[in-house]
């Protein structure tokens, strides 16, 4: 609009000039018009004089001819008739010229002719007047005067002619100049038409142009108000449009409605005020607020508003219950916007969000768990009510506190621990399985508690959230339970040792010999009464295995050994049936690695269950095998063989083939489950051979060899080697042959400097520690191996009594402990904790740092590694520098552009470290010089390189130095 | 070497009593003298001292560790060695039994026929030649 109005400004002088400049025009063209006309009159003036001058010359010249011819005829014949011819002549010579002399007297040529004239026409007029009072006997002087006549006639002709010829040339002069004059004036007044056709012209065109325009603007304009009015009514929000004096200057049908206002107040050009004074009276109750403001006051801030350029909100609930929010904005050109917004289903859902809030958090104080949410880093970020009873901090006391600060030691290094390595690794230990271990009050006591972890999202912040249960109750009832089985068998076995003495001691015959029936009925008492015992007995092991309970004490013991032991042990058992027992000639000589009471409860039960079997006379043959790595031990028995219905479940519970054979043989048929289960634990195998057509039953028990060597070397990967620092020999005698059971290759250290020596020359995957050495604190050398690059990431599982612990553990987190194992160490545990540190260690997931801000990049290219490796990622060279500081990496992934610097510069950080450091991979936006792409393997442009690219450069160079760092200790 | 010859058996229950006292005097060829508590075991120390003690565990009042508790409080009789009878004979148990000052533990039930061998092992071992 504005351009347009400049438009037509200057349209205006343009008009004016145009229009002046035809008017101008236009009086040009009259002008040259009227001078034409006259000078053709002056031409013509002109031309009729000369015309008049030639007339006037022939007829003088006619007269004078005339009077030529009267007076020589007079004078010659004497006729009158020529005296009349000359007399009527006469007047019109002597009147020629003075005519003459008016007709030519401006041009000076004329002139000159004419003086020359004069006297020779007067001289000729006289002359010949003279000659005509001429005697007529004279006739000489009448010749001389017709001679003298007629020279005088030709010198008047000559002039004459002469004039008249000047007059013809004059004459033709001014037609020439006539005709030039008014073809020139023709040509002027064709082109001043033109010109001011074509001003007219452009003027029109202008005009029209104008015209157009504004119609079309006048169109626009229409058509920009309905769409403005079409869209205010089409609108959701109420809307209304108040000019500099706050009066209405555009509203919608929504308007009205939402706020009901009156219709006799909307007009264009109403002042808002009125309207305004019935929506507060209207909607006093939710108006409260702004009751106390007058109406003017009220205006006055909306004048403020449009003058300081401010927007203002405003909700408040209508007296029909819904609720508005009204937003004015004041725009640059004076005018205020006033839109409604119906917000009542925004502050429903306020409501109900809030109400479900409320409910949440009535949920979370009610519930019966105490339940706690802590971050990534550890710190409590919520704690409820149940939380609060079952620790006795309230939780202001505990908000941002570590969750480390509820559990004793070990307990919340190890989960500190448990979370970093969750994080970092992704590997689930503690997170979303269910753990128990033991909590501390406010009040110090320690109690037993069951800790169920898992990880949520609340949007992009990672939270875990933790349900922990007293389990004191739990382990009451299960201390209960064992305390019940323990008193109960008492109890039993209390009894039970009365009935079995007595009979004992009858069947022995220390009353005296008895009859024989008594005899035979005693004995089968007496063999019940014991039958009963060894139930019991069994009862209790299957109860202690199941539970777990059952411990072992491994020692190294010579299987031939516990063998005869048995032997001789069961010969009593054997002698009544008449059943010999004998062992193979060849004895292997080797150890294994036992507990020697369990181990003999086996031989006991396998032998035992020979010689019931056996025939009378029959022979239960015992027999060793060497077989390599392991020892086999066969029990024979030549007896009628395990059915086949029943080999699947032999080794069962109650497995008893046959109800009446075994109570007759007086078994309990727990023996073989818990024989089974006994071999299991000992890390061997136990299985049978049977043959029911005469072949007899073997029974067999494989344990491996105690031995130096690894044994078994697994399959997979090449033997880890581990490093035992335990100062008590048997104790890592013990160890050692357990791992190396496990097929790994082992060496011990009985002190600090023998494990610090053996560290500096081999590369160990990993070592187990004990605490309490003879020369100093094994935290000690743990400490010193975090800070040395070369060991910071060797695993490291502290074997230890408790209570050393709670003394070390506050600063051990930073130690970054695999594992802990309680002495006595229970073999699988050892072997599990030794596997799962090495596995995490020469695992597949590479570790990978990735230096990099961007998130979407981090998240790209931590999802094309995932099956291969574990992203950690930092966003600022200081982290990465911290973070390097405390843990190793198979690569670094590097951004150059950083927010605190340059990723430059960590390469000269990690130039610095000792070692060889991991190897970097830059990958950016920006190319990086050939100098500092020489100090990497590899340097790819985010734009350019794919990530299947980068993907495949991480993995090449982070295996290969993984692989070249994992078996080569510290020599590149 | 040391021979074994007389015994204090203490227990509670009267048939297991009776039971030990035969099997020890007519298997065994021990003498056997009886007390059903620890109190009358105490007594019975201050009159005289056997070659070996054997107490059962669990008894109302004054327990068997207890009783050894009280034995080994009196100079006269405090180098008496003492082995435990008891049905609990979990492992952790006899352990601790042991290391109250027991010189062996013996589980119930027992078999009256080799009662005595068993007590004269574990003499035996706590007497080398």
């Known amino acids: 609009m504005a351009s347009h109005q400049n438009g037509r400004m200057a349209m205006m002088p343009l008009v004016v000039a145009g229009i002046v400049t035809v008017l101008l025009l236009t009086l040009l063209s009259a002008g040259i018009l009227l001078r034409q006309t006259q000078q053709q009159e002056a031409y013509q003036r002109d031309v009729l004089q000369s015309l008049a001058a030639i007339t006037t010359l022939d007829d003088l010249f006619s007269a004078l001819q005339d009077m030529e011819a009267g007076s020589r005829g007079y004078l010659l014949t004497g006729d009158p008739d020529f005296r009349t011819q000359f007399d009527a002549a006469l007047p019109a010579a002597s009147e020629g010229l003075p005519r003459l002399r008016t007709l030519v007297g401006d041009n000076p040529t004329q002139r000159l002719a004419l003086a020359e004239l004069e006297p020779l026409l007067q001289g000729t007029i006289a002359q010949m007047r003279d000659s005509l009072a001429l005697d007529r006997s004279q006739h000489n002087a009448i010749l001389a005067s017709v001679a003298a006549a007629k020279q005088q006639m030709n010198q008047v002709r000559t002039v004459l002619r002469t004039m008249s010829m000047e007059e013809n040339r004059l004459l033709q002069l001014r037609q020439t100049q006539d005709r030039d004059t008014t073809r020139r004036s023709q040509r002027l007044i064709l082109g001043l038409s033109l010109l001011a056709s074509l001003v007219f012209a452009l003027l029109i065109s202008l005009l029209l142009r104008d015209i157009v325009l504004r119609r079309r603007l006048t169109e626009q304009f229409q058509h920009t108000s309905t769409l403005l009015h079409g869209v205010a009514d089409s609108m959701a929000q109420g809307l209304v449009v108040l000019d500099s004096q706050l009066c209405l200057a555009l509203w919608n049908k929504r308007w009205i409605k939402l706020l009901e206002v009156p219709a006799e107040l909307v007009r264009q050009g109403a002042s808002f005020g009125p309207v305004f004074a019935s929506q507060i009276e209207r909607d006093n109750e939710g108006l409260r607020d702004i009751h106390d403001q007058t109406l003017d006051q009220l205006m006055d801030v909306l004048r403020d508003n449009l003058r300081t350029q401010q927007n203002t909100r405003f909700t408040w609930q209508r007296s029909n219950g819904l609720w508005l929010e009204a937003q004015s904005q004041p725009t640059p050109d004076g005018r205020i916007v006033i839109t409604y917004t119906d917000v009542t289903p925004l502050k429903r859902a306020e409501q109900r969000s809030g109400e479900q809030a409320t409910r949440l958090s009535a949920v979370l104080a009610h519930a019966s768990d105490a339940i706690i949410v802590i971050n990534e880093s550890g710190s409590i970020e919520s704690f409820n009510r149940a939380a609060e009873e079952l620790f006795g901090y309230s939780a202001a006391e505990v908000m941002q506190r570590n969750v480390r600060m509820l559990m004793p030691e070990p307990y919340g290094s190890s989960h500190d621990q448990y979370l970093r390595r969750y994080i970092s690794t992704g590997e689930r230990h503690a997170i979303g399985a269910r753990r128990e271990l033991e909590g501390l009050r406010r009040d110090g006591q320690v109690f037993p508690l069951e800790l169920a972890v898992r990880e949520m999202w609340l949007g992009p912040k990672r939270m875990f959230i933790a349900t922990l249960r007293n389990i004191s109750e739990r382990r009451a009832m299960e201390r209960m339970k064992n305390e019940f089985i323990s008193t109960v068998s008492h109890e039993l076995r209390t009894p039970l040792t009365s009935i079995a003495g007595s009979l004992g001691l009858l069947a022995g015959g220390v009353a005296g010999p008895l009859p024989e029936k008594i005899e035979r009925l005693i004995a089968i008492a007496h063999k019940n009464s014991e039958r009963l015992v060894r139930l019991i007995n069994d009862l209790l092991d299957i109860e202690k295995i199941e539970s777990g309970k059952m411990d072992f004490r491994f020692v190294r013991v010579s299987l031939a050994a516990l063998v005869d032991q048995a032997i001789e042990a069961n010969r009593g058992l054997a002698e009544p049936l008449a059943v010999t027992i004998r062992r193979g000639a060849t004895v292997p000589d080797d150890d294994v690695l036992a507990d020697t009471d369990r181990l003999m409860q086996v031989l006991t039960n396998l032998i035992s269950n020979a010689v019931k079997f056996s025939p009378r006379q029959g022979a239960v043959t015992l027999l060793l095998e060497d077989r390599g790595a392991t020892l086999r031990l066969n029990v024979h028995d030549d007896g009628p063989g395990i059915p086949e219905t029943f080999r699947d479940q032999i080794f069962g519970k109650f497995a008893q083939a046959d109800a009446s054979d075994s109570r007759q043989k007086g078994g309990t048929g727990l023996g073989l489950n818990i024989a089974k289960r006994i071999i299991e634990r000992h890390g061997g195998h136990i299985g049978f051979e049977s043959d029911t057509s005469g072949g007899g039953t073997t029974f067999w028990i494989e344990l491996q060899k105690w031995s130096e060597q690894p044994l078994a070397a697994s399959a997979d990967a090449a033997p880890a080697q581990v490093l035992v620092c335990e100062d008590d020999a048997d104790v890592a005698a013990v160890l050692a042959q357990t791992l190396r059971g496990a097929g790994l290759t082992v060496d011990v250290a009985h002190s600090l400097r023998a494990a610090r020596d053996l560290l500096a020359r081999n590369g160990y995957e990993v070592l187990t520690l004990d605490l309490v050495l003879p020369d100093g604190d094994g935290l000690d050398l743990l400490r010193s191996l975090r800070d040395d690059p070369a060991t910071n990431a060797l695993p490291v599982i502290v074997v230890s009594g408790r209570i050393d612990a709670q003394h070390h553990l506050e600063t051990s987190s930073a130690l970054r402990v695999a594992g802990w194992l309680q002495k006595p160490v229970q073999p699988q545990e050892l072997t599990a904790a030794v596997h799962s540190a090495t596995r995490a260690q020469s695992a597949q997931l590479l570790q990978v740092l990735h230096v990099e801000d961007d998130i979407d990049v981090i998240g790209v290219v931590r999802m094309a590694l995932q099956d291969v490796a574990h992203v950690v990622p930092v966003k600022t060279v200081g982290a990465a520098k911290e973070l390097l500081r405390h843990q190793r990496f198979d690569a670094i992934v590097l951004d150059l552009a950083l927010p605190d610097g340059s990723g430059l510069d960590l390469l000269e950080a990690l130039r610095q470290q000792p070692g060889a450091s991991a190897p970097v991979v830059i990958f950016s936006a920006q190319e990086p010089s050939p100098a500092v792409a020489a100090q990497v393997r590899a340097a790819l442009i985010k734009s350019k390189a794919s990530i299947d690219e980068l993907v495949a450069v991480i993995k090449h160079h982070a295996q290969d130095y993984r692989d070249r760092n994992l078996h080569g200790g510290s020599e590149q | ?129």
């Not at chain 2, 009267?14 to 065994?28: C, F, H, K, N, T």
């Not at chain 2, 005289?48 to 009789?77: F, H, K």
């Not at chain 2, 062996?104 to 005595?116: C, N």
Request: proline share 6%; net charge negative.
């Open chain 2, 1 to 129: 070497m040391k021979i074994l010859h007389s015994i204090l058996y203490v227990d509670d229950e009267d048939d297991i009593r009776e039971i030990v006292e035969l099997s020890l005097r007519l298997d065994g060829g021990l003498d056997v003298a009886v007390c059903d508590s620890g109190s009358a075991a105490l007594a019975y120390l201050e009159m005289r001292i056997p070659d070996l003690v054997v107490l059962d565990v669990m008894m109302p009042g004054l327990d068997g560790p207890g009783t050894l508790a009280r034995i080994r409080e009196r100079p006269e009789c405090a180098d008496v060695p003492v082995v435990f009878l008891t049905a609990k004979a979990q492992r952790e148990e006899m352990d601790r039994f042991l290391a109250l000052g027991a010189i062996g533990v013996i589980a119930k039930p027992f078999d009256p026929m080799t009662l005595a061998q068993q007590l004269r092992d574990i003499w035996n071992a706590f007497y080398p030649d």
